[in-house]
């Protein structure tokens, strides 16, 4: 391996472990592992050894989440390989007979742990009381993720604590979900236009997500959705507990997005309320008329009708 030149502190704030492996800022450097992790101890940016305390362990564990090597382990924990090798099997079969804590669930899931005390109260798992501390046992785990598939991302857990855990035998997750908008945002008002020489007269109403009876959204199952009718984001979890790994149609979901403008969306098309189809000049024409000569809201109102056209479950949300 090439030697670089020599660490010194000025390289401190490019040696970042957030975005960068261990391994990896050591090959960069042509250093080993040990000289690297000693160098990060030193300047503070990996803990002075404590023993083996629950944050040690904790350290340990969320290494093997990333699926560290056993030479990486040991120099960011300060040891040695053998020790980690015999750390970890006892970590292992602790977290076997007594379940998870809640900050080792969140380090192998990578969901925070408020999220966890969440769906604890929600009664999504339960838990167990080992001495002073809360734990989810690993049965109870896998039946949540069984049941809300859209938990956690568990077929990215390493093998190596998948295996032990039991995550490999839950079936593969369903690649759609469906999530429910119930905003409130959009405030009930009646939208009357008269009569006049460039046409008859225009009566909707528009309300909001929740008034209309919620909105149904498909989207990945790792994903946290926008609502493309309110603009807000949904929660992530599917209240109606359906998963699909073909998202369903969006009809309803166009023909929702469409009422805020007094149209519906019918047959792959724009119609009236009283069941007239449009076509595009047509679609244009009432947009123009129900903006009264504004153009910011004609624009505003033509970008609705685009998103309507362009909408796609599949590409409707954010991953995580």
């Known amino acids: 391996m090439a030697r670089n030149h020599l660490l010194t502190e000025e390289h401190l704030t490019t040696l970042r472990l957030d975005s960068q492996t261990l391994t990896a800022l050591s ?14 101890r030193k300047h503070g940016v990996l803990p002075a050894y404590d023993g083996w305390r629950p944050e040690r362990y904790d350290r340990l564990l969320a290494a093997a989440a990333r699926d560290a090597g056993v030479a990486e382990m040991a120099a960011l924990v300060g040891t040695n390989t053998a020790e980690v090798k015999v750390r970890l099997a006892q970590m292992l079969d602790m977290i076997d007979k007594l379940g998870f804590t809640l900050s080792q669930l969140a380090i192998v899931t990578g969901v925070d742990r408020t999220y966890w005390r969440q769906y604890i109260q929600e009664g999504w798992l339960e838990t167990a009381r080992v001495g002073r501390s ?27 604590l998948a295996r032990p855990f039991g995550l490999q035998d839950i079936p593969a997750p369903p690649l759609f979900k469906m999530v429910t908008c119930r905003s409130t945002s959009i405030e009930s008002r009646v939208v009357d236009i008269p009569a006049a020489q460039d046409g008859p007269s225009i009566t909707y109403k528009v309300e909001s997500c929740e008034v209309i009876g919620g909105l149904d959204l498909w989207v990945p199952l790792y994903a946290i959705a926008t609502c493309p009718r309110c603009g807000l984001r949904v929660s992530r979890f599917s209240e109606k507990k359906r998963y699909a790994d073909v998202p369903g149609d969006s009809v309803q979901v166009k023909n929702a997005m469409a009422s805020k403008v007094g149209l519906r ?10 069941g007239q189809a449009l076509d595009r000049q047509a679609v244009e024409k009432h947009i123009t008329r129900i903006a009264q000569r504004n ?8 970008k609705l009708i685009a998103d309507i056209e362009q909408y796609n479950a599949g590409r409707s949300a954010s991953i995580l």
């Open 27 to 40: 090959a960069s450097y042509g250093v080993s592992l040990s000289t690297m992790s000693a160098f990060l």
């Open 134 to 160: 809360e734990r989810v046992p690993i049965a109870e785990l896998v039946k949540a993720a069984g049941a809300r598939p859209e938990l956690f991302d568990y077929l990215a857990v390493p093998l190596k």
């Open 265 to 274: 969306w019918k047959h792959g098309g724009f119609e009236t309320l009283d």
């Open 295 to 302: 153009s910011r809201e004609r624009d505003r109102k033509l």
